[in-house]
């Protein structure tokens, strides 16, 4: 089992819009039906697995995001209107432990939000770390950092153009990386 961390991200680094949908909801591709390469992805995962902040919202969706998949909330409470087949826990490591317990050998989709991503980390437990990036600037929104430590080791796996103008990469993710330089080059 490999925990997936996989966000779409805006060309200036932020993983929501400035009012704070996911990055991928304001792309025209997305819009038109771009898949953004998610069935490729997916067709290893067996679980879904993201924060009370990213799931709630699928509460009130037409339809369920996550058909095809087991599902695993970090929260401090279990939304109201969330379904039986649902996992929630309020602590990672035993929410954790119940993914591992679970798992019959496929691969988690980690959705996010950054705390989230951040906090399983902070465990040891991202595996990689996959970035949709968008044909597009917001000019604000959240970022990875600093809920993903800045000092998390990125190593290249793969990248790949997807259609729409968008760039699949691929890192796998280590506890820290060199230390970054403590001025910048022009300032040495
Ligand atoms: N670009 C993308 O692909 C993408 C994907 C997913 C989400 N997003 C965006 O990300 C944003 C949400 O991100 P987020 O980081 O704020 O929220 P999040 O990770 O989705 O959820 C945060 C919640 O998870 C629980 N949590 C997180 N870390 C924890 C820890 N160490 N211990 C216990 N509980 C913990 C807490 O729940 P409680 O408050 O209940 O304690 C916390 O409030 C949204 O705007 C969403 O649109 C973007």
Not at 13 to 27: H, K
Not at 60 to 79: A, E, I, M, Y
Not at 120 to 143: I, N
Request: glycine letters at 12%; one cysteine or more.
């Amino acid at each position: 089992m490999q925990i997936r961390a996989r966000m779409s991200m805006s060309a200036d680094g932020y993983v929501t819009t400035p009012n704070g949908w996911p990055a991928l909801t304001a792309d025209p591709a997305f819009v038109s039906g771009e898949s953004h390469g998610i069935r490729e992805f997916l067709a290893g995962c067996e679980a879904a697995l993201m924060g009370r902040t990213t799931f709630e919202p699928a509460l009130t969706n037409d339809r369920w995001p996550w058909p095809n998949l087991d599902v695993f909330v970090l929260g401090s409470h279990r939304p109201d209107g969330t379904p039986d087949h649902v996992t929630t826990d309020s602590d990672p490591v035993r929410l954790l432990e119940k993914l591992r317990s679970a798992n019959r050998g496929g691969d988690v989709h980690l959705i996010g939000g950054p705390r989230t991503i951040g906090a399983f980390h902070a465990l040891g437990a991202l595996d990689t770390l996959e970035l949709v990036v968008l044909p597009l600037l917001f000019g604000g929104g959240m970022q990875l950092t600093p809920m993903l430590r800045p000092d998390t080791g990125l190593t290249f796996q793969r990248e790949r153009a997807l259609p729409g103008g968008s760039v699949e990469i691929v890192y796998s993710c280590s506890g820290s990386r060199t230390e970054l330089p403590s001025k910048p080059v022009s300032q040495r």
